[in-house]
């Protein structure tokens, strides 16, 4: 979901994967704050200007303390039960996966060093890295992978991950200490890149039998970080584990993440040294930090997006003529150029990356267009409706839904807008008290990650109740092909009958923008924004 999701994932809907945090420069605080934002826009100051990262030269330093200064909203550090992006950050550190994926989504050995997958597609077979331990000594073998994936499968555990294991995944077969092998009731393309994020985070067995319920609170992992204490809303600390099976890579003593919502006071600790990293920012505050000599700005365009969901299986939403009046009233280059200076794309879909993106896909189905819009609001009955708009607090969900919703009340609906804490935003989503929002998704490696959670029938993250059998259809159809350049097409396809439909209207994919000390080394951005700390080192 997105960034509270996931994400992410990613709402965020937020979480799919479920909310990700992209940290704007405005806070919750209405008009006055959005006309701020876009006086900058018209300011002397070019926010599109060629950005300059600058990170230290030279091999890494070993040693020191990473402080992460974030909006943190995690939920929980079991793995099996994420739904929040924000949980990846601190899941890369102190958990491996299955597999790893390289900064263009490639899928890479991690605890895995190499997978067969058999003629017809239906045995993947992993052969795993020896000598790994977790951080409580205990081995990570087959039968902990066993473990980890059987507990996933099983519906009593109500996993909301079970989806992306099931239901091609028949049996978890242990053929030896090292060597396991995934048993498929057909070929099903996307398990294997799924075992490079939630569902591959491999967790000891005798930790999640010691805890019980509680491990959540006391994460046990095999990664280059072992967990030291967590403070709900406040702080996460983790140390280096010495008996890491990759001890070269690893370079920080710990990490430090600390939930510090404001943007502002996130650039404050990053000036006087007491942070090194915070959330991404946008384009208008990342002027201000072009000549500070002690910020760098790392960029990247990724395939996160901003969208509004809405409930089509229920009143006033079930009605596709109002859904395509809301589509065709939202000004998304309005967006793309008041809030992000031109550094994000008009998005017409949820895919903005990767080997189905489509680069010279056609234009916005419902392209702006408030004359259409009343058209379809009268078509619809709704003349008059008063439509409740509710939002997350989250600073940068407030930019961009402030600039829509002037144009929303234009179009013959009364629009009442309402705001949540970000913190328990995407739980009112997913709990279906919220039937209009503004939602933020990250991409995952293979299409199907985040497509069959959204937009499938029985998607474990479906929260506007969509459905549409030639989708799921598409989407079974397309898993089962493993030449990507054939399953893209198909792809594309989904992503089309999903925008004509619009459970989601699709704004931008927004490009990352990171700020960082510039003693920190290290610092490289995934297209799906979760920032992978222990790659990350700080000079003297």
């Not at 078509?379 to 008059?384: S, T």
Request: proline residues 8%; neutral net charge.
């Amino acid at each position: 979901m997105a960034r509270h999701n996931e994400p992410v994932e990613g709402a965020r809907p937020s979480g799919p994967g479920r909310p990700l945090s992209r940290r704007a420069v405005l806070h919750a605080g209405g008009v006055s704050a959005l006309g701020l934002l876009i006086a900058a826009c018209g300011s002397t100051v070019d926010a599109s200007a060629p950005l300059r990262d600058s990170q230290p030269s030279g091999p890494p330093r070993r040693g020191g303390e990473l402080t992460f200064a974030t909006s943190m909203d995690i939920a929980t550090l079991d793995p099996a039960f994420s739904q929040n992006v924000s949980e990846r950050f601190a899941y890369y550190a102190m958990f491996n996966t299955l597999v790893g994926y390289d900064q263009n989504f490639n899928i890479v050995p991690e605890l895995a060093e190499r997978w067969d997958l058999s003629d017809d597609g239906k045995a993947l077979t992993l052969h795993l890295r020896r000598g790994v331990k977790f951080h409580d000594g205990t081995p990570f073998d087959a039968d902990a992978v066993k473990w980890n994936l059987d507990r996933l499968l099983d519906k009593k555990t109500n996993s909301p991950l079970r989806g992306q294991l099931t239901p091609p995944l028949n049996e978890v077969r242990v053929d030896g200490d090292a060597t396991v092998t995934l048993v498929l009731a057909t070929a099903w393309r996307p398990l294997l890149a799924a075992l490079g994020e939630r569902p591959g985070f491999m967790m000891s067995p005798t930790a999640a039998r010691k805890y019980g319920k509680d491990i959540g609170v006391h994460p046990v992992g095999t990664g280059p970080f072992e967990f030291v204490s967590f403070t709900q809303d406040s702080q996460l600390r983790m140390r280096r584990f010495r008996d890491y099976w990759d001890p070269d890579s690893v370079h920080l003593d710990a990490i430090t993440i600390t939930n510090t919502p404001e943007q502002q006071v996130q650039l404050t600790m990053l000036r006087t040294g007491e942070a090194q990293l915070c959330d991404e920012i946008n384009p208008q505050l990342g002027t201000t930090l072009q000549d500070d000599p002690t910020v760098a700005l790392a960029h990247a365009a990724t395939g996160n997006w901003y969208a509004v969901q809405m409930d089509c299986d229920k009143p006033p939403f079930d009605k596709p003529e109002l859904r395509r009046a809301i589509a065709y009233a939202t000004n998304r280059e309005g967006v793309q150029n008041a809030i992000y200076a031109k550094r994000a794309r008009v998005a017409t879909g949820p895919i903005g990356i990767g080997w189905a993106y489509p680069e010279q896909g056609p234009p916005p189905a419902y392209p702006y267009d408030l004359k259409k819009a009343r058209a379809l609001v009268k078509q619809a009955g709704a003349e008059g409706l008063r439509v409740d708009y509710i939002n997350s607090s989250d600073s940068d969900y407030q930019a961009v839904a402030q600039l829509l919703q002037g144009d929303y009340a234009k179009i013959g609906l009364r629009v009442k807008v309402g705001t949540v804490p970000g913190s328990d935003y995407y739980n009112q989503v997913i709990a279906d008290k919220i039937g209009w929002s503004l939602t933020e998704w990250t991409p995952r490696a293979d299409p199907d990650g985040l497509l069959r959670l959204l937009f499938h029938s029985k998607g474990g993250q479906n929260s506007t109740g969509y459905r549409n059998p030639e989708v799921d259809k598409l989407l079974d159809q397309a898993a089962g092909i493993e030449d990507t350049k054939a399953a893209a097409p198909i792809y594309q396809r989904i992503q089309r009958i999903v925008e004509r439909d619009a459970p989601y209207v699709f704004v931008v994919w927004p490009d990352a923008l990171v700020p960082h000390s510039k003693k920190l080394g290290g610092v490289r951005l995934y297209p799906d924004a979760v920032y992978r700390l222990r790659d990350m080192w700080i000079a003297e």
